[in-house]
């Protein structure tokens, strides 16, 4: 931590970071309102767990701090305008997790949504975020996928953040605000000077009851139903869903506000974690474990089909088993595959489609609104049927 007139001096230097960081945000943008009462808040409801189909639903997958592809994302699906603000309506966004990693431009994502997740709830639409593995990973302060800019980006943002936390200790009737470096490290063994401060910083607002990890994965869900999908980050196996999925989303969401230790809960790691799982997302459908799926949809009650990202296919959206695995990851990041962005298209009336910025596809397909008329044209032995959108 930097002493008070070292602080004071870096103001200018700060300044100039912080508008090319956050320079496609308004001032009202970055500093979202926040709970102006004084007095202790009660404890949040429980996470809502399952949703009833709603009239149009999108679903999208990893972003991996890309925000251009990210913006681009949500403006093929009818989203945001030339603007970047919600024209959205009443749709209901499903996003699928992993923000994190790999791109240089997370903390923009993840305001850019938070704002979007406000102007949506005005005209009666919403946007659910998961989490995924690299969320998870991230909490638990692992950084093998963090590049560069996404250390500088996490500097830059704690700068402010304590210069913050100084103004505030200057007023009375204000607790001192907490450090958020409290117990990090001053150095790691192995750890280039360079990147000491960014690493610091990445811990420090990501561990578990971190200030970025609170505000922005509180609410996250690890696993969802919406209508008739089932949406997870890795895959769902029969115990995930004996244990409990709104067992599992509570769980997860005590991790991150602090009182469950460091360790994610166990259902979050190794092979088998409902953020991990790959047994469904195989580039070749006939390698997917399409009995297990099977035995998890018939335990959900009403859930027709699972919506997943976490591997990336390079076919883009595409099904497996009969189109029961949805797989949504389409590498769309600079970071890892780059490919053109493609999102799910889930309508009451006219069924399933995608949506993609990839000129090849110029034809409009419906793919079925029963889960079984047109669904096998998203099977990735067939050429995929998409809908081309101009971002």
Not at 289 to 306: F, I, N, Q, W
Request: charged share 25%; glycine share 10%.
């Amino acid at each position: 931590m930097r002493e008070d007139s070292s602080v004071c001096s870096a103001v200018p230097n700060l300044l100039s970071s912080f508008i090319d960081t956050f320079v496609d945000f308004s001032v009202s943008d970055i500093f979202l309102p926040q709970n102006a009462n004084p007095n202790p808040l009660p404890s949040p409801p429980d996470l809502q767990t399952r949703y009833p189909t709603p009239e149009r639903l999108i679903a999208i997958g990893d972003l991996h701090g890309d925000f251009d592809k990210s913006k681009q994302a949500f403006r093929i699906a009818g989203l945001i305008d030339a603007s970047d603000k919600w024209i959205g309506g009443s749709t209901t966004v499903v996003q699928i997790g992993d923000v994190l990693d790999r791109g240089g431009n997370e903390l923009k994502i993840l305001y850019f949504i938070e704002k979007l997740k406000r102007e949506a709830a005005k005209t009666g639409g919403k946007i659910i975020t998961m989490n995924g593995n690299h969320e998870i990973m991230n909490m638990e302060g692992d950084f093998r996928f963090v590049t560069k800019e996404g250390l500088d980006e996490f500097r830059v943002w704690a700068d402010w953040y304590c210069l913050g936390n100084k103004m505030k200790g200057m007023c009375r009737g204000l607790d001192k605000p907490k450090d958020p470096f409290d117990g990090i490290p001053l150095v790691f063994r192995g750890v280039r000077k360079e990147y000491l401060d960014g690493i610091r910083a990445r811990i420090a607002a990501l561990r578990p009851e971190g200030p970025i990890s609170r505000r922005f994965f509180t609410d996250n869900v690890t696993v969802l139903v919406v209508g008739d999908s089932i949406f997870v980050h890795g895959g769902l196996l029969p115990e995930h869903v004996e244990y409990g999925l709104e067992r599992i989303n509570q769980e997860v969401r005590n991790w991150i506000n602090g009182s469950n230790g460091k360790r994610a809960p166990v259902h979050c790691r190794g092979r088998d974690g409902v953020v991990w799982v790959r047994r469904f997302s195989r580039e070749q459908a006939e390698n997917c474990d399409c009995s297990a799926l099977e035995h998890v949809l018939a335990t959900v009650p009403g859930v027709k089909r699972m919506i997943m990202g976490h591997t990336i296919q390079e076919s883009g959206i595409n099904g497996a088993c009969n189109n029961r695995a949805i797989r949504i990851d389409v590498g769309m990041s600079s970071g890892c595959g780059n490919g053109l962005p493609e999102v799910l298209e889930i309508d009451r009336n006219s069924g399933l489609q995608v949506l993609t910025s990839n000129t090849i596809y110029q034809n409009k397909y419906n793919l079925g609104v029963d889960g079984e008329k047109g669904l096998g044209l998203l099977a990735p032995e067939h050429a995929p049927k998409q809908v081309e959108v101009k971002a």
